[in-house]
């Protein structure tokens, strides 16, 4: 191509994207009562397949810059000549911040704050770097340059839709800063939404707390709060910027920063600990009449620890969730909604949570919670700057916060022992009532024990669920008698005592949480929580392919009532039946409120109840496990399984870390999912080392085919016999690694090239996975396809 064809090809292209694109500076928040965060399009978050997922760990198969889910291919000639436009675009031109009053000081930092808005600035005194808003591009429009300056974002509502604004928007607001002994209090007085409220900044040796307390707000009008989201633009970066967004998606994902990137329509905005099954809207991704039309959400992880950060160039900082965290959101943004050129992260604490509920023929009818979720708020931000400004150090960063604050303290561990789970039976429904069908009795688990034991395995941990009248979905919340078909109790108790004599630890698996409607114990109108509409709240596992509701229903119980009456009943039965320890179904991975107009139950209290629970059985019996593992379960368990291994995998995201496994190993003993159910076993066994889990299975006597036609039908192979060798080797052969490094912490994690990854211990101990089809060099060794390096320290 000639110069002169070169320039006229330039020329045109750039005409296209000028009149193709909207401008970067123009706003969408400019007219109304509405602060539109996203765009109105319909495009969804979507994510990938499990088997894609562990296909392609971390930022595999992507090139650098793209997002690992779905950017379209562009011609070599257009990238070229987008590369040829890319340096005409004029650099941002920023104004200083004006955060210069200084406010406080300790050994470590000052916090300086701007008297007219109330934004903040943190300086480190050692290293002069600085935290705090962005400045503001000069040519940004007015609107969107508030936007970003303002301390603080609130989402309220009149009656009707739920709306967003801030301080600098609304006429006539008063801002009042006063002192304290640690920082500054600011109070926000709204008087056209007749709203108030404070922010306190306390200057930390290890950063800032932003506080809300409670007792400082107040609503004297029409208007409700619903959330407010303080210093949303905190360490918020420029495209240009070299670093990422990390968000608490699963293990840990993040978000890189890129110029070019695709059109994103939402952000991340998920709750922490998962959505509340009081709310229809937060659990289903369609709300319908029709309860038949429900429509679930795909698979998805969900953000099991209250954290979120930024690293760009030398400098990060990581957001914990100190109090609040039950109600709260994560809001992760990348560059472009709203038209604004920034990656921004932050906290959106939530007083209020809204619902659709359907009455008559009316359609849908907006419903909002009458009060407000009482209870101060309060987030904290670490700095970090170095060789610590990166995911590695922010999960570092909130192990600290876990083991300094919260008081969480190492499980005790000797070596990790091969990771057993066991289903003794379930009903099938039959044309004429039902039988049930027995998958493993107490005398077939004595086999299986015996079984493991001649093939030299002495370090066992059994977990036994489906064990109790009428199996794994019986008569939940009470689980006594122990099923007359497997053994009945002087069964199980011979099993406890065959098991102890051998050394091995009995979990029982309990099910207090989600009982399945025909349980004899079951009385929905009683046990069962209600939302906004007080009807009982119906839960139906959805259909894989459609992902509508299917016959599988359940319900919820409410807390308080199901401790009373059967968790602390209970707890002495199972340690006199000689458990080793009681694994708490759904405890680790579920959270809720109850709407009941009697007796209001909001997710704080659920999880303190829940928390109560893991200490009562763990004193009781003498340990305690959940599933996927919440931050709150965290200090109270002795064993977490099938902890979050990816991410979702959404479009804006760039690959998987092991955030949470960074923040928690050392801390307390975890397993994947079991491995007899993946689908490529050598991917899971690199991710396993990689992640530094233990290896678990799930087995019966008898062969899966019995399980047709009954409730559990994930179960495709697991049949001890035929497992037995497979497992065996599986689990010697991780933990000649594993041994390497038990109780040891995750000191480093790197990405070294698209498919090879590397881990630290503790102790020195790293492992080299390499995900590909092809041999890997790493310096000078070379690690063949699938298969892993290990160097001593």
């Given at each position: 191509?000639?110069?002169?064809?070169?320039?006229?090809?330039?020329?045109?292209?750039?005409?296209?994207?000028?009149?193709?694109?909207?401008?970067?500076?123009?706003?969408?928040?400019?007219?109304?009562?509405?602060?539109?965060?996203?765009?109105?399009?319909?495009?969804?978050?979507?994510?990938?397949?499990?088997?894609?997922?562990?296909?392609?760990?971390?930022?595999?198969?992507?090139?650098?810059?793209?997002?690992?889910?779905?950017?379209?291919?562009?011609?070599?000639?257009?990238?070229?000549?987008?590369?040829?436009?890319?340096?005409?675009?004029?650099?941002?031109?920023?104004?200083?911040?004006?955060?210069?009053?200084?406010?406080?000081?300790?050994?470590?930092?000052?916090?300086f704050i701007d008297e007219k808005t109330g934004q903040i600035r943190l300086v480190d005194k050692r290293s002069g770097n600085e935290w705090g808003a962005p400045p503001v591009e000069k040519k940004m429009p007015p609107a969107n340059q508030k936007f970003i300056e303002s301390p603080v974002h609130i989402r309220y509502t009149e009656g009707g839709d739920v709306r967003q604004t801030f301080p600098a928007?609304?006429?006539?607001?008063?801002?009042?800063?006063?002192?304290?002994?640690?920082?500054?209090?600011?109070?926000?007085?709204?008087?056209?939404?007749?709203?108030?409220?404070?922010?306190?900044?306390?200057?930390?040796?290890?950063?800032?707390?932003?506080?809300?307390?409670?007792?400082?707000?107040?609503?004297?009008?029409?208007?409700?709060?619903?959330?407010?989201?303080?210093?949303?633009?905190?360490?918020?970066?420029?495209?240009?910027?070299?670093?990422?967004?990390?968000?608490?998606?699963?293990?840990?994902?993040?978000?890189?920063?890129?110029?070019?990137?695709?059109?994103?329509?939402?952000?991340?905005?998920?709750?922490?600990?998962?959505?509340?099954?009081?709310?229809?809207?937060?659990?289903?991704?369609?709300?319908?009449?029709?309860?038949?039309?429900?429509?679930?959400?795909?698979?998805?992880?969900?953000?099991?620890?209250?954290?979120?950060?930024?690293?760009?160039?030398?400098?990060?900082?990581?957001?914990?969730?100190?109090?609040?965290?039950?109600?709260?959101?994560?809001?992760?943004?990348?560059?472009?909604?709203?038209?604004?050129?920034?990656?921004?992260?932050?906290?959106?604490?939530?007083?209020?949570?809204?619902?659709?509920?359907?009455?008559?023929?009316?359609?849908?009818?907006?419903?909002?919670?009458?009060?407000?979720?009482?209870?101060?708020?309060?987030?904290?931000?670490?700095?970090?700057?170095?060789?610590?400004?990166?995911?590695?150090?922010?999960?570092?960063?909130?192990?600290?916060?876990?083991?300094?604050?919260?008081?969480?303290?190492?499980?005790?561990?000797?070596?990790?022992?091969?990771?057993?789970?066991?289903?003794?039976?379930?009903?099938?429904?039959?044309?004429?009532?039902?039988?049930?069908?027995?998958?493993?009795?107490?005398?077939?688990?004595?086999?299986?024990?015996?079984?493991?034991?001649?093939?030299?395995?002495?370090?066992?941990?059994?977990?036994?669920?489906?064990?109790?009248?009428?199996?794994?979905?019986?008569?939940?919340?009470?689980?006594?008698?122990?099923?007359?078909?497997?053994?009945?109790?002087?069964?199980?108790?011979?099993?406890?005592?065959?098991?102890?004599?051998?050394?091995?630890?009995?979990?029982?698996?309990?099910?207090?949480?989600?009982?399945?409607?025909?349980?004899?114990?079951?009385?929905?109108?009683?046990?069962?929580?209600?939302?906004?509409?007080?009807?009982?709240?119906?839960?139906?596992?959805?259909?894989?392919?459609?992902?509508?509701?299917?016959?599988?229903?359940?319900?919820?119980?409410?807390?308080?009532?199901?401790?009373?009456?059967?968790?602390?009943?209970?707890?002495?039965?199972?340690?006199?039946?000689?458990?080793?320890?009681?694994?708490?179904?759904?405890?680790?991975?579920?959270?809720?409120?109850?709407?009941?107009?009697?007796?209001?139950?909001?997710?704080?209290?659920?999880?303190?109840?829940?928390?109560?629970?893991?200490?009562?059985?763990?004193?009781?019996?003498?340990?305690?496990?959940?599933?996927?593992?919440?931050?709150?379960?965290?200090?109270?368990?002795?064993?977490?399984?099938?902890?979050?291994?990816?991410?979702?995998?959404?479009?804006?995201?760039?690959?998987?870390?092991?955030?949470?496994?960074?923040?928690?190993?050392?801390?307390?003993?975890?397993?994947?999912?079991?491995?007899?159910?993946?689908?490529?076993?050598?991917?899971?066994n690199l991710r396993l080392l990689e992640y530094g889990a233990m290896p678990s299975y799930l087995l019966t006597y008898e062969d899966s085919s019995l399980l047709k036609r009954t409730m559990v039908d994930g179960l495709f192979s697991s049949n001890y016999s035929k497992w037995l060798k497979p497992s065996i080797d599986q689990y010697k052969k991780l933990t000649e690694v594993l041994n390497l490094v038990e109780g040891q912490e995750i000191t480093d994690h790197e990405q070294l090239n698209t498919y090879v990854y590397r881990t630290t211990y503790g102790n020195g101990v790293q492992v080299t996975v390499n995900y590909d089809s092809e041999p890997a060099r790493v310096g000078d060794d070379v690690i063949q396809p699938y298969d892993y390096l290990v160097r001593k320290g």
């Open positions: 191509m000639t110069n002169k064809a070169k320039k006229i090809a330039v020329a045109a292209v750039a005409a296209i994207l000028f009149f193709a694109t909207a401008s970067p500076y123009f706003s969408q928040a400019e007219g109304g009562g509405t602060e539109q965060e996203t765009s109105t399009g319909t495009v969804e978050q979507g994510s990938a397949s499990a088997a894609e997922s562990l296909a392609a760990p971390a930022e595999e198969k992507a090139p650098a810059g793209e997002s690992s889910t779905g950017k379209a291919e562009a011609s070599s000639a257009a990238t070229t000549l987008k590369q040829e436009i890319s340096p005409a675009v004029v650099p941002a031109v920023y104004k200083p911040t004006t955060a210069k009053k200084k406010v406080a000081e300790n050994s470590n930092y000052e916090l928007k609304e006429k006539g607001t008063i801002t009042t800063i006063k002192p304290t002994e640690q920082g500054v209090l600011v109070q926000y007085e709204l008087k056209e939404l007749q709203i108030g409220f404070a922010l306190e900044y306390k200057l930390l040796d290890e950063g800032i707390e932003v506080r809300i307390p409670f007792q400082s707000i107040h609503e004297q009008g029409k208007a409700k709060l619903i959330s407010l989201e303080p210093v949303p633009f905190f360490g918020a970066a420029p495209q240009q910027s070299k670093g990422a967004m990390f968000i608490p998606d699963g293990s840990g994902a993040l978000v890189k920063f890129k110029s070019n990137h695709p059109t994103y329509f939402e952000p991340y905005s998920e709750p922490i600990y998962g959505g509340d099954y009081a709310f229809m809207t937060t659990v289903y991704k369609q709300v319908t009449y029709n309860k038949s039309e429900l429509e679930s959400y795909g698979p998805r992880e969900a953000a099991a620890l209250p954290v979120f950060g930024i690293y760009k160039d030398d400098t990060a900082f990581l957001g914990v969730v100190t109090e609040g965290d039950t109600d709260a959101k994560i809001n992760g943004t990348p560059t472009g909604l709203r038209n604004i050129p920034l990656y921004r992260i932050s906290a959106e604490l939530i007083y209020r949570n809204s619902d659709i509920v359907f009455i008559g023929g009316s359609g849908e009818i907006p419903l909002v919670q009458r009060e407000m979720i009482p209870g101060d708020r309060a987030v904290r931000f670490v700095p970090l700057e170095g060789e610590q400004a990166n995911y590695v150090g922010m999960a570092h960063a909130y192990r600290d916060y876990l083991v300094r604050v919260k008081g969480v303290k190492p499980v005790e561990t000797k070596r990790p022992a091969f990771q057993l789970q066991l289903l003794g039976g379930v009903l099938r429904k039959d044309m004429i009532g039902s039988t049930f069908v027995s998958m493993t009795t107490f005398e077939q688990a004595k086999e299986i024990l015996d079984g493991y034991a001649a093939a030299g395995i002495d370090s066992l941990e059994v977990t036994y669920e489906g064990w109790s009248n009428d199996g794994i979905y019986g008569n939940a919340p009470d689980h006594f008698p122990a099923e007359s078909s497997l053994g009945g109790n002087r069964g199980l108790e011979a099993l406890s005592d065959y098991a102890k004599a051998k050394g091995i630890r009995l979990y029982l698996k309990t099910n207090y949480v989600k009982p399945y409607e025909s349980s004899d114990a079951l009385k929905p109108s009683r046990d069962s929580i209600r939302g906004l509409n007080k009807e009982v709240m119906e839960v139906r596992d959805p259909w894989v392919t459609t992902n509508q509701p299917s016959w599988k229903l359940f319900y919820y119980l409410k807390p308080d009532r199901v401790y009373d009456k059967y968790i602390a009943e209970e707890a002495g039965k199972l340690a006199e039946l000689g458990a080793g320890g009681i694994h708490l179904q759904y405890m680790g991975d579920t959270l809720y409120s109850d709407q009941s107009s009697d007796t209001p139950y909001n997710r704080k209290q659920t999880m303190e109840t829940w928390t109560k629970a893991m200490d009562l059985m763990r004193s009781q019996t003498g340990h305690a496990s959940v599933d996927y593992g919440f931050a709150y379960a965290l200090g109270h368990v002795d064993r977490i399984d099938g902890v979050p291994m990816d991410s979702s995998h959404y479009v804006y995201e760039d690959g998987s870390v092991p955030f949470y496994q960074i923040a928690v190993r050392g801390l307390v003993p975890y397993t994947g999912d079991p491995s007899n159910l993946q689908d490529d076993p050598r991917v899971w």
